[in-house]
């Protein structure tokens, strides 16, 4: 967090220098921390409405919410609000912005596939992502992303326009100046998929996490594996998938084998290969 902060901040006084206008640098930290409150807020309810998802019924849905109940009492986490989403694709996510405003969402496809013990592994994963406020982190650094990428956007496009300290320092014969100057652009400009790598990588890394504890629930990491080798069977996307929440699913939606070839340089889960090898204690 503290990298990706540094980072934004780190875009925003470049282009208000390349300017010459301090008051971008203020609009841009400001805008920053109003998009930060907004998404801590309302992260759940804009996740589950892009999902689809509509509140799951105890008496349609009982072993999904005895699990999950079976689950709380185990982890010591209050229930969190449960969420089913009508796709045939087997998935799951948790969202929230901490663990008394925490929602877990699994679709039709998912319900119908598991077994109990599946069904077990893959809700304990998701009540690691909350127990582990993976669901506040994420959605932050989304925001920051898409905050980075909004200023490089804006100021790649009013590059068009001339202007700002680049001509002045050609003017002035500031060589080092237009040095810096040319520096700076390159780094707006690839801002937002250096920013993207970052969010991947964290996302990465907080899926093999949630495993690990997931597995330290239920003491038996098995169910999970079992449960990840048939979402990796079904190919197929989520009839919903987009970019924005893909990273919050339990595997990807856009199918188990959509990263392939340069794809994978983009990832925003760990190969399902490599995360059922370490579940059952393989080397990969």
Same mark, same amino acid.
């Given at each position: 967090?503290?990298?990706?902060?540094?980072?934004?901040?780190? %875009?925003?006084?470049?282009?208000?220098?390349?300017?010459?206008?301090?008051?971008?640098? %203020?609009?841009?930290?400001?805008?920053?921390?109003?998009?930060?409150?907004?998404?801590?807020?309302?992260?759940?309810?804009?996740?589950?409405?892009?999902?689809?998802?509509? +509140?799951?019924?105890?008496?349609?849905?009982?072993?999904?919410?005895?699990?999950?109940?079976?689950?709380?009492?185990?982890?010591?986490?209050?229930? +969190?609000?449960?969420?089913?989403?009508?796709?045939?694709?087997?998935?799951?996510?948790?969202?929230?912005?901490?663990?008394? /405003?925490?929602?877990?969402?699994?679709?039709?496809?998912?319900?119908?596939?598991?077994?109990?013990?599946?069904?077990?592994?893959?809700?304990?994963?998701?009540?690691?992502?909350?127990?582990?406020?993976?669901?506040?982190?994420?959605?932050?650094?989304?925001?920051?992303?898409?905050?980075?990428?909004?200023?490089?956007?804006?100021?790649?496009?009013?590059?068009?326009?001339?202007?700002?300290?680049?001509?002045?320092?050609?003017?002035?014969?500031?060589?080092?100046?237009?040095?810096?100057?040319?520096?700076?652009?390159?780094?707006?400009?690839?801002?937002?998929? %250096?920013?993207?790598?970052?969010?991947?990588?964290?996302?990465?890394?907080?899926?093999?996490?949630?495993?690990?504890?997931?597995?330290?629930?239920?003491?038996?990491?098995?169910?999970?594996?079992?449960?990840?080798?048939?979402?990796?069977?079904?190919?197929?996307?989520?009839?919903?998938?987009?970019?924005?929440?893909? /990273?919050?699913?339990?595997?990807?939606?856009?199918?188990? /084998?959509?990263?392939?070839?340069?794809?994978?340089?983009?990832?925003? /889960?760990?190969?399902?290969?490599?995360?059922?090898?370490?579940?059952?204690?393989?080397?990969?």
């Amino acid at each position: 967090m503290a990298v990706f902060l540094a980072f934004a901040i780190a %875009v925003g006084y470049f282009i208000s220098y390349y300017y010459d206008s301090p008051g971008i640098l %203020v609009a841009a930290v400001i805008f920053a921390l109003a998009m930060n409150i907004a998404s801590y807020w309302y992260s759940d309810r804009i996740s589950l409405s892009l999902a689809g998802a509509v +509140p799951a019924e105890k008496a349609r849905y009982p072993e999904l919410h005895e699990a999950a109940d079976i689950l709380a009492i185990s982890a010591g986490l209050p229930t +969190p609000a449960l969420y089913v989403i009508n796709d045939a694709a087997p998935n799951a996510f948790a969202t929230g912005r901490d663990k008394n /405003h925490a929602a877990i969402a699994v679709t039709t496809g998912l319900l119908g596939m598991m077994t109990k013990d599946e069904l077990i592994g893959v809700l304990a994963h998701e009540f690691s992502h909350i127990g582990n406020r993976d669901t506040l982190l994420m959605t932050v650094v989304v925001v920051l992303v898409g905050f980075i990428a909004i200023l490089a956007n804006i100021f790649t496009r009013s590059l068009w326009w001339g202007g700002g300290r680049r001509g002045r320092d050609r003017e002035e014969g500031g060589q080092i100046g237009a040095i810096l100057a040319v520096v700076g652009i390159i780094f707006v400009i690839l801002s937002p998929i %250096v920013a993207q790598l970052i969010q991947l990588a964290i996302s990465r890394k907080r899926e093999f996490l949630a495993d690990a504890d997931g597995a330290l629930l239920t003491r038996y990491p098995e169910g999970l594996a079992a449960a990840l080798e048939k979402i990796q069977a079904y190919d197929e996307p989520m009839a919903r998938a987009n970019n924005a929440t893909a /990273h919050l699913f339990i595997a990807n939606p856009f199918g188990a /084998h959509a990263d392939r070839g340069l794809a994978r340089l983009f990832m925003t /889960h760990p190969p399902l290969e490599e995360r059922i090898a370490i579940l059952r204690g393989r080397s990969t």
